[in-house]
């Protein structure tokens, strides 16, 4: 006969983490509620553990305002420890971050599309990314033109950030990849931005050298000099009138004077 030990130990190793049970509430406290799940171990739901049903957003504070002693509720196995089975209302995710590794082919569901790629749920916390050139081998220029929202389909895993929590994923990885010239002929033909440069034969002008300060100088004094002659004309003019009637003046007091002698 086997020993109560011995017993446990037995039916501790056919519990797993995930695993679902219809537990029936046998007593409650401060700290959590005992469930009977059918096993030889209580089952022990602790109060962080406890979701109310119809805001599964808020709180729980006092474990009586949600469930009841011989309340039966759904629970999910959180860890198998040597005297009791630890429980949760939160249904756990089908993948655990630290299950998530790279080469790993995983099976999902496209949620998301975006310009830049496709995102896939996974059953992880966040769904994973598949770039838009790891689509295919082809060429695709935006992720619709190949996979809708809903599609189901099988990637691998390339880079796991557990920091930042990214998944970054591969279609291509899994597909067989084409050969050279086959998907050298299905890529198009990138246009060239650049435009066809216009020769225009402009014609050659006569470069005429700046005009030194002493040619500036000179051209202004040549200026006024040129403004300047009628007035230098008038003034030689007048100084001649002047000079000959000064003469004139001259010799009629030269001709008075010598009649008188």
Do not use: C
């Amino acid at each position: 006969m086997e020993s109560p030990i011995e017993q446990t130990s037995t039916v501790q190793t056919s519990l797993k983490p995930k695993q679902k049970f219809e537990g029936k509430v046998m007593k409650t406290s401060l700290q959590g509620a005992i469930l009977d799940i059918g096993e030889k171990v209580p089952g022990f739901l602790h109060i962080s553990q406890v979701i109310n049903i119809g805001n599964p957003d808020a709180v729980v504070k006092n474990l009586e305002d949600v469930i009841k002693v011989g309340d039966t509720v759904s629970v999910w196995v959180r860890r198998v420890l040597k005297d009791h089975v630890e429980l949760t209302m939160r249904e756990p995710l089908g993948l655990e971050w630290r299950e998530i590794q790279p080469e790993m082919v995983l099976h999902g569901k496209i949620v998301r599309l975006e310009t830049f790629g496709v995102f896939v749920e996974l059953g992880a916390e966040r769904p994973g990314l598949v770039h838009v050139s790891e689509i295919s081998h082809n060429y695709v220029k935006v992720p619709a033109e190949v996979v809708r929202i809903g599609d189901e389909v099988d990637v691998k895993v390339l880079e796991v950030d557990r920091r930042k929590k990214q998944i970054k994923l591969s279609m291509k990885a899994l597909q067989e990849a084409p050969e050279p010239e086959e998907a050298e002929q299905k890529r198009p033909a990138r246009k060239s931005k650049a435009k066809k440069e216009v020769e225009v034969e402009t014609p050659v002008e006569e470069v005429i050298p700046d005009p030194t300060f002493m040619e500036i100088a000179l051209r202004q004094a040549m200026d006024r000099a040129e403004k300047r002659k009628p007035q230098t004309a008038n003034r030689i003019k007048r100084a001649k009138d002047l000079e000959s009637e000064q003469d004139d003046i001259f010799d009629r007091t030269l001709k008075g004077k010598q009649n008188q002698d």
